[in-house]
């Protein structure tokens, strides 16, 4: 079992920078990919960025250049820089773990990031 806590959300103005945390515990080793999803009201759930057990990062087109992922093996944390943010950036933004070899899927329970002057 892997368990996943996000933490970093909040308000924030149009052009504002937010950081947000993973703190994963469990059964790390057997994690291949971690990432950020989000999900919008009345909108379905969204990849937002990727990173696999080797460093290489994905990201929706929606945020390439504007945010940036990022992991610390030793501390078991993920983490995802937003900067510029945008009004269509709000969102709860979900942590999540995968397992590729099982098809098993970790999540957290959410973050909301709120972009709004």
């Known amino acids: 079992q892997v368990q996943l806590v996000e933490s970093g959300g909040g308000l924030v103005q149009p052009g504002g920078s937010l950081r947000l945390s993973c703190a994963a515990s469990?059964?790390?080793?057997?994690?291949?990919?971690m990432g950020w999803y989000r999900q919008a009201p009345g909108k379905e759930r969204e990849l937002v960025a990727t990173?696999?057990?080797?460093?290489?990062?994905r990201y929706a087109d929606s945020v390439k250049g504007r945010f940036t992922i990022s992991r610390d093996s030793a501390k078991n944390t993920v983490y995802l820089q937003m900067n510029t943010l945008k009004p269509e950036d709000t969102a709860v933004y979900y942590c999540?773990?995968?397992?590729?070899?099982?098809?098993?899927?970790?999540w957290g329970k959410g973050t909301l990031v709120t972009v709004s002057s």
């Open positions: 999540n773990a995968k397992r590729l070899y099982f098809n098993i899927d970790y």
């Open positions: 469990g059964s790390m080793s057997s994690i291949d990919v």
């Open positions: 990173i696999t057990k080797g460093g290489s990062p």
